[in-house]
């Protein structure tokens, strides 16, 4: 039990040979440091709050009760809700062929799984509408049919998950790469079925690793602008996120509106950043305990 | 650790997994990012090389290129700074910044877009003093430069850190056994094991900013040949039905991406080759 803390002090005690800069060369990195970080990250935080109150709490609690301003967030949330649960369900598949077992090819598969990462925002919608378009493949055959993709919110919902597919399994693959196989072979020689293994074996073990995931992933599904707003067709009322809602209300010089919505989803990333924090803190506490469990073996 | 047996079917559920993570990639990326390249196949060379090597599209590209050059460039100054002085200084509040550094990945781009607008324009807080200089902040290339800072930021942050905070001790201690003052031991001892993660966070950083689109397009202006960007240019394109003319772009830029993907990963293995052989 003592192991991590120990080697931690050892750490802090003996690190001062040729490692610490004097006093003040550290406290001026330091404040560059911060004065940087202000103006970069604290500045538009505090723009978007300020702005969205500027005319009083009553204009701004107005402005997210616009009839418009609800039915964005409402698909705002839908689309997650469909987005997220998705590609969860595929990062722990993917995470289990890739975690738990070897086969040829598998550096390619996490690249193409990567892939999506490196595709501009735009593009990733643009390919939909080479899909659902009417110049499109399928999209003659659904027009007949007379089915809506495009500018609807099914692509809206293809986009999304486009964007946010591998950050449920990206976050996942090294957690359960670190956790090994043993427990889930222990499991399955004692007579566990493949599934009561996964659920009360590998689940508690990776908890955090996908509830990390989760969190990132929703953040993007919610926050998504570019490749939303290729599919969507802004269609106000109907076809329109929270960002989208914001894009408009701000080209149309609705600034304190604008913002309003705009610092719904600046909360949504403070929010997010928090319960980061405290995943990473709670993988952080599960390291230690097995650590120290396999210390005690 | 145990030695890797013949381990490999003692669990179940691989043929159904891969099965799955297979079908599901194909059907939701695989497919519909190959329809770019089919629709590009089928368009013909001219009408191909007509589209990319417009005056207007050739503008967005240098637009786009160097304006994610320079502010890739200006993190990595500055993010290697932030990343040293958190992983390697105590100081109140460090916990809550540390966090905070995360801000760009967590915003959407839409809200980024408009606050640093609001920033950045000729009244707003920082812009209002930029015009007294003479500077215009917003609808400019320099904009530009400052909504990309503002996202590239956390990739060089977050690849610098944890090696920083793996750094043996023992390794600055040599130097200093040795006789080196501290700026040797930095020149020539920490940045040569800190120039493969801060080229990988450059290229990230490069990468992302090159396909940026929502907290641009607010800042920039859009003016055609001046401060239109690549991703902005098949949007219009798009938006004007041309749509031979935004896949040829967009397949241009999505080869030059995959180049870069294709670039850290090599950066990414050769580093970790290092950290093998020591």
Same mark, same amino acid.
């Given at each position: 039990?003592?192991?991590?803390?120990?080697?931690?002090? /050892?750490?802090?005690?003996?690190?001062?040979?040729?490692?610490?800069?004097?006093?003040?060369?550290? #406290?001026?990195?330091?404040? *560059?440091?911060?004065?940087?970080?202000?103006?970069?990250?604290?500045?538009?935080?505090?723009?978007?709050?300020?702005?969205?109150?500027?005319? @009083?709490?009553?204009?701004?609690?107005?402005?997210?009760?616009?009839?418009?301003?609800?039915?964005? &967030?409402?698909?705002?949330?839908?689309?997650?809700?469909?987005?997220?649960?998705?590609?969860?369900?595929?990062? *722990?598949?993917?995470?289990?062929? &890739?975690?738990?077992?070897?086969?040829?090819?598998?550096? +390619?598969?996490?690249?193409? *799984?990567?892939?999506?990462?490196?595709?501009?925002?735009?593009?990733?919608?643009?390919?939909?509408?080479?899909?659902?378009?009417?110049?499109?493949?399928?999209?003659? @055959?659904?027009?007949?049919?007379?089915?809506?993709?495009? +500018?609807?919110?099914?692509?809206?919902?293809?986009?999304?998950?486009?964007?946010? +597919?591998?950050?449920?399994?990206?976050?996942?693959?090294?957690?359960?790469?670190?956790? @090994?196989?043993?427990?889930?072979? /222990?499991?399955?020689?004692? @007579?566990?079925?493949?599934?009561?293994? +996964? #659920?009360?074996?590998?689940?508690?073990?990776?908890?955090?690793?996908?509830?990390?995931?989760?969190?990132?992933?929703?953040?993007?599904?919610?926050?998504?602008?570019?490749?939303?707003?290729?599919?969507?067709?802004?269609?106000?009322?109907?076809?329109?996120?929270?960002?989208?809602?914001?894009?408009?209300?701000?080209?149309?010089?609705?600034?304190?509106?604008?913002?309003?919505?705009?610092?719904?989803?600046?909360?949504?990333? &403070?929010?997010?950043?928090?319960?980061?924090?405290?995943?990473?803190?709670?993988?952080?506490?599960?390291? %230690?305990?097995? %650590?120290?469990?396999?210390?005690?073996? | 650790?145990?030695?890797?047996?013949?381990?490999?079917?003692?669990?179940?559920?691989?043929?159904?997994?891969?099965?799955?993570?297979?079908?599901?990639?194909?059907?939701?990326?695989?497919?519909?990012?190959?329809?770019?390249?089919?629709?590009?196949?089928?368009?013909?060379?001219?009408?191909?090389?007509?589209?990319?090597?417009?005056?207007?599209?050739?503008?967005?590209?240098?637009?786009?290129?160097?304006?994610?050059?320079?502010?890739?460039?200006?993190?990595?100054?500055?993010?290697?700074?932030?990343?040293?002085?958190?992983?390697?200084?105590?100081?109140?509040?460090?916990?809550?910044?540390?966090?905070?550094?995360?801000?760009?990945?967590?915003?959407?781009?839409?809200?980024?877009?408009?606050?640093?607008? =609001?920033?950045?324009?000729?009244?707003?807080?920082?812009?209002?003093?930029?015009?007294?200089?003479?500077?215009?902040?917003?609808?400019?290339?320099?904009?530009?430069?400052?909504?990309?800072?503002?996202?590239?930021?956390?990739?060089?942050?977050? =690849?610098?850190?944890?090696?920083?905070?793996?750094?043996?001790?023992?390794?600055?201690?040599?130097?200093?056994?040795?006789?080196?003052?501290?700026?040797?031991?930095?020149?020539?001892?920490?940045?040569?094991?800190?120039?493969?993660?801060?080229?990988?966070?450059?290229?990230?950083?490069?990468?992302?900013?090159?396909?940026?689109?929502?907290?641009?397009?607010?800042?920039?202006?859009?003016?055609?040949?001046?401060?239109?960007?690549?991703?902005?240019?098949?949007?219009?394109?798009?938006?004007?039905?041309?749509?031979?003319?935004?896949?040829?772009?967009?397949?241009?830029?999505?080869?030059?991406?995959?180049?870069?993907?294709?670039?850290?990963?090599?950066?990414?293995?050769?580093?970790?080759?290092?950290?093998?052989?020591?």
């Amino acid at each position: 039990m003592l192991t991590p803390v120990k080697s931690l002090s /050892a750490k802090t005690t003996r690190s001062t040979l040729g490692r610490t800069e004097s006093g003040p060369v550290k #406290w001026v990195l330091i404040a *560059i440091a911060l004065v940087f970080l202000a103006f970069v990250l604290l500045l538009p935080l505090a723009c978007v709050l300020t702005t969205a109150l500027n005319k @009083g709490l009553a204009v701004y609690f107005k402005s997210i009760q616009d009839p418009n301003a609800l039915s964005a &967030i409402r698909l705002t949330l839908l689309t997650a809700l469909v987005a997220v649960p998705l590609n969860m369900i595929f990062g *722990i598949a993917a995470s289990w062929a &890739i975690a738990k077992f070897d086969f040829r090819g598998k550096n +390619f598969l996490l690249t193409l *799984i990567d892939l999506p990462l490196s595709v501009s925002p735009v593009i990733s919608g643009m390919i939909f509408v080479l899909i659902f378009g009417a110049q499109g493949l399928l999209g003659p @055959g659904l027009i007949e049919h007379g089915i809506k993709v495009l +500018f609807a919110p099914p692509a809206i919902i293809l986009a999304t998950i486009f964007v946010t +597919f591998p950050m449920v399994a990206r976050e996942l693959i090294p957690v359960m790469k670190a956790q @090994g196989s043993e427990e889930e072979e /222990a499991a399955i020689t004692l @007579g566990a079925s493949g599934f009561k293994t +996964f #659920w009360l074996v590998t689940l508690p073990n990776i908890k955090w690793g996908l509830l990390y995931g989760v969190i990132l992933c929703n953040a993007r599904a919610m926050g998504e602008f570019g490749a939303v707003s290729v599919v969507s067709g802004h269609i106000r009322g109907q076809t329109n996120t929270l960002p989208l809602h914001i894009e408009i209300l701000y080209n149309e010089y609705h600034f304190t509106a604008a913002f309003a919505a705009a610092s719904l989803l600046a909360m949504l990333a &403070i929010v997010t950043l928090i319960a980061k924090s405290l995943v990473e803190a709670g993988m952080h506490r599960q390291i %230690q305990l097995s %650590q120290s469990d396999n210390g005690e073996k | 650790m145990s030695p890797k047996l013949k381990k490999t079917r003692v669990l179940p559920g691989f043929q159904l997994s891969l099965g799955y993570t297979i079908f599901y990639l194909s059907l939701l990326v695989l497919i519909p990012l190959s329809m770019l390249f089919f629709k590009t196949a089928t368009m013909g060379f001219p009408d191909f090389w007509e589209a990319v090597s417009s005056p207007r599209t050739l503008a967005a590209y240098r637009v786009s290129f160097s304006a994610a050059f320079i502010a890739a460039g200006i993190n990595v100054v500055f993010g290697f700074l932030v990343a040293w002085v958190l992983a390697r200084y105590s100081f109140p509040g460090k916990k809550i910044i540390d966090a905070f550094v995360d801000f760009p990945f967590a915003l959407p781009t839409a809200v980024a877009g408009i606050a640093l607008t =609001t920033i950045y324009a000729p009244n707003g807080w920082v812009g209002q003093y930029l015009e007294k200089f003479g500077i215009q902040g917003a609808y400019s290339f320099l904009g530009i430069v400052i909504a990309l800072t503002f996202i590239g930021l956390p990739f060089i942050v977050r =690849t610098v850190q944890p090696v920083l905070e793996d750094l043996d001790p023992e390794i600055e201690e040599a130097a200093a056994c040795l006789g080196a003052n501290q700026l040797q031991s930095f020149m020539k001892v920490i940045f040569p094991i800190l120039l493969p993660p801060l080229l990988t966070g450059f290229t990230l950083a490069f990468a992302r900013a090159i396909g940026e689109y929502g907290s641009v397009i607010f800042i920039a202006g859009n003016m055609p040949m001046k401060t239109e960007i690549a991703p902005l240019l098949i949007m219009t394109k798009l938006e004007q039905y041309d749509i031979a003319g935004a896949t040829a772009i967009a397949s241009v830029m999505l080869i030059f991406s995959f180049a870069l993907l294709a670039g850290t990963n090599f950066l990414q293995w050769l580093s970790s080759k290092r950290i093998g052989m020591e």
